[in-house]
């Protein structure tokens, strides 16, 4: 019995041990994504390793995974000020990652320049490396960059595109190979608020208005400069908006807000929150008129809830916001067509409930979280195996 039972030990299957990395320097749509892909890998089949910056900004994500993670190792190498090319730092970062003893890398990154360094870290390690892509490649890339891109491209066992739009910029802008790019679309959980639609507003002051909520990192590429426009342009027809996030740009956003004349009545910034199904709850519809895009966490959160979308029609939100259906989708830039479907939004709430209701029926068919984390671990599972793991 004792041979027997020791034979089953030693052909037990360890854990797969998988390190998160995120150049991440604010808690948004990208760093709830890790978190929540994290919580939810099984504690007999996965060890997680957090690799991130030493920023305060990033403490949320830490703590959200503080539990689940064997070690969250926070380091300055992920800091621009290195350079993203210095061999200093991707000698380092070859060091740390062969300490951590990793069997597989997912690398979190914005654009198809990203990643570099950390592939070139990870190859001299032997560690090998997924990196998802969350926003789409939007400009072609020169000869000299394609060919950089399609031998960099081989140090890496995947790329994963959060939309299929996100795959064809790759292929067509970079040059990639097609066999490496997978597609899995981001997924959210359902999660109900956790006091009512009537007390979140009194807390936050709101009586009868209609509210707009934009939850985003305030940054040029998301667009609330436009925004707080079509707002302005909007005058006293105009819905109250909230917005939720905190960035490079808010300063700049709140001065612009104070300029064109809108006050607390129709605009407030509350910054980072922690909170957001309660910001859902309480308001009536949701924008985004950012000017760059993969697949937002923010639009799927906000759909989930019964929220009606008004986007702009970039990246991968035309593969979950159907125009008319689920919201409106509007070109970048566009300040009349944007204060044209805000005030459409805010003066009919028959229709604002029916399309609220398309919205979360589209998630719930389509964009569910056990689908996206079932994709990301059978994806893993091919690597180890491919890599001789267990």
């Keep these: 019995m004792k041979l027997r039972g020791s034979e089953e030990k030693k052909n037990a299957k360890r854990p797969l041990r998988i390190g998160y990395i995120t150049e991440s320097y604010v808690m ?10 994290i919580n939810h890998l099984d504690k007999d089949e996965y060890e997680v390793v957090l690799i991130c910056r030493e920023l305060s900004a990033v403490d949320p994500l830490v703590e959200d995974v503080r539990e689940r993670c064997q070690v969250i190792y926070r380091t300055e190498l992920l800091d621009e000020k290195h350079g993203i090319s210095s061999i200093a730092r ?18 979190q990154i914005l654009g198809g320049d990203g990643g570099r360094w950390m592939l070139l870290a990870a190859r001299l ?7 998802t892509i969350h926003l789409e490649l939007k400009e072609e890339y ?12 081989r140090l890496a066992s995947a790329y994963v595109c959060v939309s299929e739009n996100g795959k064809q910029k790759l292929i067509v802008n970079a040059g990639m190979t097609p066999d490496l790019i997978f597609v899995i679309h981001n997924g959210v959980e359902l999660k109900s608020s956790t006091i009512s639609r009537f007390n979140t507003r009194s807390k936050l002051s709101i009586e009868n208005d209609v509210v707009a909520i934009n939850i985003a990192r305030i940054e040029y590429i998301k667009g609330q400069d436009i925004l707080l426009e079509a707002i302005a342009k909007l005058g006293g027809k105009a819905p109250l908006l909230l917005l939720a996030g905190d960035g490079e740009d808010r300063e700049k956003i709140e001065t612009k807000a104070r300029d064109i004349g809108l006050k607390d009545d129709k ?3 509350l910054g980072f929150r922690n909170d957001i199904p309660d910001l859902l709850a309480a ?5 985004l008129p950012s000017r760059t895009e993969g697949l937002p966490l923010s639009i799927l959160e906000a759909m989930a809830s019964n ?4 986007a702009t ?34 003066e009919n709430s028959d229709l604002r409930d029916k399309l609220g209701e398309n919205c979360a029926k589209q998630v719930e068919e389509h964009f569910s979280f056990d689908a996206m984390s079932k994709k990301y671990r059978e994806l893993y599972e091919m690597i180890s195996r491919s890599n001789g793991c267990n």
């Design 142 to 153: 020169s000869k000299c960059k394609k060919w950089l891109a399609r031998n960099l491209e």
């Design 90 to 107: 991707i000698w380092k970062m070859r060091n740390v990652l062969k300490k951590l003893h990793l069997d597989l890398l997912h690398g």
């Design 313 to 346: 029609s970039i990246g991968g939100i035309p593969e979950l916001v159907k125009d008319k259906e689920h919201g409106f989708l509007i070109p970048p830039d566009d300040v009349d067509a944007l204060a044209e479907a805000i005030g459409l939004l805010t």
């Design 125 to 131: 390690a032997g560690v090998p490396v997924i990196l």
């Design 283 to 287: 308001s009536d519809f949701f924008i």
């Design 307 to 310: 929220l009606p979308i008004i």
């Design 28 to 37: 948004g749509g990208v760093e709830r994504f890790t978190s929540s892909l």
């Design 267 to 269: 605009v407030r910034f």
